[in-house]
Nanobody, 123 residues
Framework: QVQLVESGGGSVQPGGSARLSCVVS????????MGWFRQAPGKQREAVAY??????YTADSVKGRFTISLDNAKNALYLQMNNLEPEDTATYYC??????????????????WGQGTQVTVSS
């Protein structure tokens, strides 16, 4: 059974930082597609970043501020978020697509999802 367990959300002041973690059990995520998505109230879920092997993608809205990374030994995915803005307030989800061929920004192409962790950026 595949499980994705997220942690690291919370309340942060504008300009602050946070690091989200997603520990995966049930299969090895090495060289497979892993992504971070977020959903703000009243908005559609959107891709923030993904990583597959040594390739990664970061949305323009967070480029230069957010960094996605993996720890294969821990079978974990991370999202380092710096210089946070109020517009980054959302529930953040990690997602897994057990493919070594390609990765995606499309939510329907992911097979497994974490439970979500809330990030609130406010002064």
């Amino acid at each position: 059974q595949v499980q994705l367990v997220e942690s690291g959300g919370g309340s942060v002041q504008p300009g602050g930082s946070a690091r989200l973690s997603c520990v995966v059990s049930g299969y090895s995520i090495t060289d497979t597609c892993m992504g971070w998505f977020r959903q703000a109230p009243g908005k559609q879920r959107e891709a923030v970043a993904y990583i597959i092997g040594h390739r990664d993608y970061t949305a323009d809205s967070v480029k230069g501020r957010f960094t996605i990374s993996l720890d294969n030994a821990k079978n974990a995915l991370y999202l380092q978020m710096n210089n946070l803005e109020p517009e980054d307030t959302a529930t953040y989800y990690c997602a897994a697509r057990p493919s070594r061929d390609s990765c995606s920004t499309i939510t329907s192409e992911y097979d497994y999802w974490g439970q979500g962790t809330q990030v609130t950026v406010s002064s």
